[in-house]
C-alpha cells in the first residue's frame, strides 16, 4: 500500500462515515472502472500474438466543498493488491485578491493538456507514448507528470474573447529523481491563452515550463518545455470536430560517479483529429513521434485511429482502437484494444 495511504485513510473513512460539521458535508462520490481486451503482434510485449482480458485501473473519486471557499479532493487509484493516491489536494476557488487560485497537495500537474486529465477523460484507450513517462521518458515521473505541490493561478480578460490563464507551481520534486527520496524542489509555470475565432471555434493556445533535480547526488538539473494548440468547431447541430497538437521538449544534464558529463536534447510530438457526432459517437485519428530516449539520433512513431461509442449516456462507454508502431529497432507492430468503460457517480467518462 502506498505510503501516503497510511495518513489519508482515516481521514477518507471519516467522511465517508460522519455528517462533518462547520458546513461540510459528505464527499460526493464516484467509482470509474474499464475492462480492456488486447491483442497485439508486438514480440516484446508479455503476451505477444494472444488475446488477452483484464481488469484495467479502477479509479474512486471523493470531493467537496469545503466551504464556500475552498473545494477538496482525492482521486485514489485501486489495483488487485494495492490503493495508491494518485490525487489528494485542496483548491481556493475565490475570495482572494487579484483573482488568485490556490491549490495544494498531490496532483497531475498542469504541464499541456493531456496531462492535467485522467486517461478515461481521452477519446482514445491509452494515454499517447510521447507522453507516457515510461516510455518516451519526455516528462518527468513515472506513469505522469504528478508530484506534491502548491499552485498559484489568475485569469486575465484581456479584450474580446481573449483570456489568459497563468499559473506557477513550486513542486516537491520527487518526479524528477522517483528513484530516490532527496528533497529537491522544482517549479512549472504555465500560460493558456483561450479566445473564439470567427465567433465559431472556440481554441486554446499554451505554453509550459518546468524544471527540477533529475539526479539529486550530481545535482544535475531536467528542464522540459511544451507548447499545445486545440480548437473546436461545430459543423453541423449534431456533428462537431477537435483538433489538438503538443509538442515537448526534453533538455537534461547529466553527470556519472566519476564526473563525466553529457547532454540529453530531444523533442516529441502528438496531433490528433476526433470528430463527435448524433452524441452518442466519436471517431477519430492520432499520429505521434518521438526521439527515441535510448538514441536521440533515432524515431520512433505511430498512427492510431479509434471509435467510441456512449451507451445512452456517458456512464458506460464503449472505445476501439488500433495502433501501428514503428519503433527505431525491430520491427513494427499492431496492436488492437477494445475498451468497456463504466462509471458511477456525479463523476462521468467523459467523451472528452
Do not use: C
Amino acid at each position: 500500500m502506498d505510503k501516503y495511504m497510511w495518513h489519508v485513510l482515516p481521514f477518507i473513512v471519516s467522511l465517508l462515515m460522519f455528517h462533518a460539521y462547520g458546513g461540510v458535508t459528505n464527499p460526493d462520490i464516484s467509482a470509474i472502472g474499464q475492462v480492456i481486451g488486447k491483442y497485439t503482434d508486438d514480440s516484446s510485449s508479455s503476451f505477444p500474438k494472444k488475446p488477452t482480458l483484464e481488469l484495467g485501473e479502477v479509479e474512486l473519486n471523493l470531493d467537496a466543498a469545503l466551504n464556500p471557499y475552498l473545494n477538496g479532493a482525492f482521486v485514489l487509484s485501486l489495483g488487485t493488491k494495492s490503493i495508491e493516491i494518485e490525487e489528494a489536494y485542496a483548491s481556493v476557488i475565490r475570495g482572494l485578491p487579484l483573482n488568485l487560485g490556490l491549490k495544494a497537495g498531490k496532483y497531475r500537474l498542469g504541464f499541456g493538456r493531456l496531462n492535467p486529465s485522467h486517461p478515461h477523460a481521452y477519446p482514445f484507450i491509452s494515454t499517447p507514448r510521447v507522453m507516457d513517462p515510461g516510455i518516451a521518458r519526455l516528462l518527468p515521473g513515472e506513469e505522469s507528470f504528478n508530484d506534491v505541490a502548491v499552485e498559484a493561478s489568475t485569469l486575465v480578460s484581456v479584450v474580446g474573447s481573449w483570456a489568459i490563464l497563468a499559473s506557477g507551481d513550486l513542486l516537491q520534486g520527487d518526479s524528477f529523481h522517483p528513484d530516490t527520496m532527496t528533497a529537491n524542489f522544482g517549479w512549472l509555470a504555465r500560460i493558456d491563452n483561450s479566445f473564439v475565432v470567427a465567433d465559431v471555434a472556440p481554441s486554446a493556445i499554451g505554453f509550459s515550463l518546468t524544471q527540477g533535480t533529475n539526479d539529486p547526488a550530481q545535482r544535475t538539473k531536467t528542464m522540459v518545455a511544451g507548447a499545445d494548440v486545440k480548437t473546436k468547431i461545430a459543423l453541423s447541430p449534431t456533428v462537431s470536430a477537435m483538433a489538438q497538437a503538443e509538442v515537448v521538449y526534453k533538455h537534461a544534464d547529466h553527470r556519472d560517479s566519476v564526473g563525466s558529463a553529457g547532454t540529453e536534447n530531444r523533442v516529441g510530438f502528438y496531433v490528433f483529429t476526433n470528430f463527435l457526432f448524433q452524441a452518442h459517437y466519436n471517431a477519430g485519428v492520432l499520429y505521434e513521434q518521438y526521439q527515441s530516449p535510448d538514441d536521440a539520433t533515432k524515431t520512433d512513431r505511430g498512427i492510431k485511429p479509434f471509435v467510441g461509442f456512449a451507451v445512452l449516456e456517458e456512464s458506460t462507454i464503449l472505445r476501439l482502437a488500433y495502433e501501428y508502431f514503428v519503433p527505431h529497432a525491430g520491427a513494427a507492430s499492431s496492436t488492437v484494444e477494445l475498451q468497456f468503460l463504466f462509471s458511477m457517480g456525479p463523476h462521468k467518462a467523459h467523451l472528452f
